[in-house]
C-alpha cells in the first residue's frame, strides 16, 4: 500500500518561495499520477497541479499559473512542488495524492498535509 508523505511546509512572507515535497514509500510514484490538493481555512480543498506517470502536467488552479511548478524524481521517489511570489490567499494545508497513471483518474492514496502560511 502506497503511503505519502508531504513536507517542506512552514511561514513564509508574500513574495517568499517554498518547496513542498511529497515522498511515498510502500511502492514506486513511476506508476502514479501525484497531485497536489489545497485547502484554505474556511474552505474546501481544490487541487493546484498534477503530474502524470509520463510527465504530463495538469494545472486545476488559474490562481498559481506561472508561480507554482511540478516536478518528480522518480529515483527518489518523490514528487516535488516549487511555489515563488507566494500571496497570502496561498495559505492553506496542501495534500499530495496518487491516482494511478493518469490525472483524470481516481485518488487512490492521500498524504496528511502539510501547513503552508504566507503572512507578514
Known amino acids: 500500500q502506497l503511503q505519502l508523505v508531504e513536507s517542506g511546509g512552514g511561514l513564509v512572507q508574500p513574495g517568499g518561495s517554498l518547496r513542498l515535497s511529497c515522498a511515498a514509500s510502500?511502492?514506486?510514484?513511476?506508476?502514479?499520477?501525484i497531485g497536489w490538493f489545497r485547502q484554505a481555512p474556511g474552505k474546501e480543498r481544490e487541487g493546484v497541479l498534477c503530474?502524470?506517470?509520463?510527465?504530463?502536467?495538469?494545472n486545476y488552479a488559474d490562481s498559481v499559473e506561472g508561480r507554482v511548478t511540478i516536478s518528480r524524481v522518480n529515483s527518489k521517489n518523490t514528487v516535488y512542488l516549487q511555489m515563488n511570489s507566494l500571496k497570502p490567499e496561498d495559505t492553506g494545508v496542501y495534500y499530495c495524492?496518487?491516482?494511478?497513471?493518469?490525472?483524470?483518474?481516481?485518488?487512490?492514496?492521500w498524504g496528511r498535509g502539510t501547513l503552508v502560511t504566507v503572512s507578514s
Open positions: 495524492a496518487a491516482a494511478p497513471w493518469s490525472c483524470s483518474r481516481a485518488v487512490d492514496y
Open positions: 510502500g511502492g514506486t510514484l513511476d506508476r502514479y499520477a
Open positions: 503530474i502524470s506517470s509520463s510527465d504530463g502536467i495538469t
